[in-house]
């Protein structure tokens, strides 16, 4: 049902008929990256966190890690994923198609600086199965973001 909600969300951008549906699953950035023939960095993982308990959204390269210490000096608290069971619920996607579109109310987007050393990356579009080739600029306007962040390291 998820994927629905993102494809008629899509459509005020006119873009609905961009998404890609795989025979196979892309719940991983490792499954993804090989369900699009591309490098996993630029898989856009979008990862699940509470913040005074409020959920929130990260969009990251697919090669970045959470950097604690960033992150608690942005959001002024320790890094707290959701657990399993609490992403679909307060999120709206489950564990697998969590992406930045079509997500419950009140919950915060942000994006990682680390996407924007990509000309496109590939979001997850609501299912276990599928994704969308955005610009950074792209990215901005379809998930709703609050802001564009750093709170991650890339690999050295």
Known sequence: MSIEN?????????????IL?????????????????CEPCRIAKTLSFSVNDSPILIVTAGDAKIDNKKYKVFFGAKAKMLS?????????????????????????VYLDVSLKRFETVFPACGSSNSAI????????????????????????
């Not at 025979?23 to 369900?35: F, G, H, K, M, Y």
């Not at 399993?84 to 915060?108: L, M, Q, S």
Request: glycine residues 6%; hydrophobic residues 35%; charged residues 25%.
């Open 84 to 108: 399993h069971d609490e992403v679909a619920e307060k999120i709206g996607h489950a564990v697998g198609g969590v992406c930045p579109f079509a997500v419950n109310d009140g919950v915060n």
């Open 21 to 37: 549906e795989f025979p196979v699953s892309s719940a991983t950035v490792e499954l993804a990256a090989q369900a699009l023939n």
């Open 133 to 156: 080739e955005l610009t950074p600029q792209q990215l901005e306007t379809c998930s709703n973001y609050k802001q564009w962040i750093d709170v991650c390291k890339l690999p050295e």
């Open 6 to 18: 993102v494809k008629e969300y899509f459509k005020q951008f006119g873009m609905e008929e961009k």
